[in-house]
């Protein structure tokens, strides 16, 4: 996430008593903090796996978190790896999707692309390759509460990847953001309000 948008969804969760963890992707992060990895060699796989590492430590560390009531918000690739942690794992009670791609994940070494231009070696590669899990088989196995929020002139990734893949989900809420680009720059306060209600209402619901 932004660090605009992190900031508020955290102030806005410790006000209902939910915490949070940041988690920086291998190669993501700000200038100066980035987490060890590339981001050009960047692959859903890796993410899968600091995402499991997460959850490991939450459960080692943090006795007084109700692990059954554990959940995922992705941005971009962020989603996309949340994509697959609320298909592929039981660690999570729901998950917020935001301006996610859900196509080109290759099924062998969880390659990303990055988008639709062949210039980087990764790319080419997934467009090359047949054997990609196929989101219309992995959306399905997702049996918890999902919302998926895109903003409507995203030109990133098209606003269709979070609505026909929620239209596969058994419970999912989608919204479209009026305005919104891929990374929802000018409208922070809106995607922090929306993940924030959604979260308190299916985490602490009765």
Do not use: C
Not at 24 to 46: A, D, I, K, Y
Not at 69 to 97: M, N, Q
């Amino acid at each position: 996430m932004r660090s605009g948008r992190n900031k508020q969804i955290t102030a806005l969760l410790a006000k209902q008593g939910i915490a949070t963890l940041a988690l920086n992707l291998p190669g993501h992060g700000r200038p100066g903090e980035q987490s060890v990895g590339m981001l050009e060699t960047f692959t859903v796989s890796q993410g899968l796996a600091a995402v499991k590492a997460a959850v490991d430590w939450i459960k080692a560390t943090r006795r007084n978190v109700d692990t059954g009531k554990l959940a995922i918000v992705g941005v971009s690739v962020g989603g996309s790896v949340a994509f697959r942690a609320l298909a592929e794992t039981d660690f999570f009670a729901s998950g917020v999707l935001i301006s996610t791609r859900t196509t080109f994940v290759d099924a062998r070494n969880g390659l990303y692309s990055w988008g639709d231009k062949p210039h980087r070696r990764v790319n080419s590669v997934l467009m090359r390759d047949g054997r990609r899990i196929k989101r219309d088989l992995l959306a399905p196995q997702i049996s918890v509460p999902t919302l998926w929020l895109h903003g409507s002139n995203d030109s990133v990734v098209d606003p269709s990847h979070s609505t026909d893949t929620a239209a596969l989900v058994t419970d999912a809420e989608t919204y479209l953001i009026l305005g919104g680009d891929h990374g929802m720059r000018d409208k922070v306060t809106e995607v922090a309000g929306l993940t924030t209600e959604y979260l308190t209402r299916k985490l602490l619901k009765k």
